[in-house]
């Protein structure tokens, strides 16, 4: 497969539907946590790294597969000593759309894996061969000037996408390996993203689940990797985003998202995004 140069660009280029990328890092890169207005699904391919998505630590073995949606906030953690390989692939909505209307909806896993906040996927050894022979044939297509390269990137990247959804949906039991994880951040975590308009001060949040400022404050950052101002800042202007992406106004994304001042809407959202809601909605459109 062809090698593209990692950077740390998170949102997409020109308006295909989907963006394909094999990387390949001898030194480790460094990668802040971050959110995507779309689909990212994750091929781990060899390397020494865990991956922290919504509180939860996944240490990655060649072949894991992570999948992410637009909420999720994630984070790799890269540790030298070996080659750090990988394929990205990035899916808008619109890709699974033209799949639905067939009545494949291969977006599924996606939404099942947030649902039950489990987001990896160990396939089998013969699964495992199939998708990376995909793989490669999404990268040839990808990088072929041919008649019909683009039609066939889709076909194959179709096709693995069928062979993930089997795999995770055919994967017997309920297997917890590997991860590192806190039920008591979990269940804060849950009451956060279920109640994003309320109050969500790390006093009422300690209050609420019995827990000192202090021991919550420190027991947040161990499992997020961030505080838990940061995290709800964080996620508050991800929903806002994808409000924006909806069709919402520039001041009901900032209300129905917890934001009780515009202000400080206005520069959480320049400082995660780089632009102001209204230039992001306008480029959008």
Avoid at 203 to 218: A, C, G, M, P, V
């Amino acid at each position: 497969m062809n090698k593209d140069i990692w950077t740390d660009r998170q949102v997409m280029l020109g308006k295909s539907a989907f963006e394909f990328y094999h990387y390949l890092d001898e030194i480790p890169p460094k990668v802040e946590f971050h959110q995507h207005p779309f689909y990212e699904l994750f091929f781990f391919l060899d390397g020494n790294a865990n991956y922290t998505i919504e509180g939860k630590t996944y240490k990655l073995r060649p072949g894991d597969i992570l999948l992410t949606n637009s909420l999720d906030i994630h984070r790799p953690e890269i540790f030298p000593g070996k080659p750090y390989e990988r394929i990205v692939i990035w899916l808008e909505d619109s890709f699974f759309d033209r799949l639905r209307a067939g009545g494949d909806d291969l977006a599924s896993c996606f939404a099942d894996a947030a649902r039950k906040d489990y987001r990896r996927i160990r396939p089998s050894h013969g699964s495992l061969i199939r998708m990376r022979t995909l793989c490669s044939q999404i990268s040839k297509a990808r990088n072929s000037r041919a008649l019909g390269s683009y039609t066939l990137a889709y076909a194959y990247l179709s096709a693995f996408l069928v062979e993930v959804c089997r795999c995770y949906f055919e994967t017997p039991g309920f297997l917890r390996e590997d991860i590192t994880e806190s039920q008591k951040i979990n269940g804060i975590l849950e009451y956060i993203n279920g109640n994003i308009t309320l109050d969500l001060s790390l006093d009422e949040i300690s209050q609420r689940f019995y827990i000192s400022k202090f021991y919550l404050s420190k027991l947040f950052k161990r499992f997020t990797g961030m505080s838990l101002y940061q995290y709800i800042i964080k996620k508050r202007v991800t929903i806002s985003r994808d409000m924006l992406l909806g069709g919402a106004s520039v001041t009901s994304a900032c209300m129905e998202c917890g934001f009780n001042d515009y202000s400080n809407y206005l520069k959480a959202f320049k400082r995660e995004f780089g632009r102001t809601p209204s230039e992001f909605a306008n480029l959008r459109r």
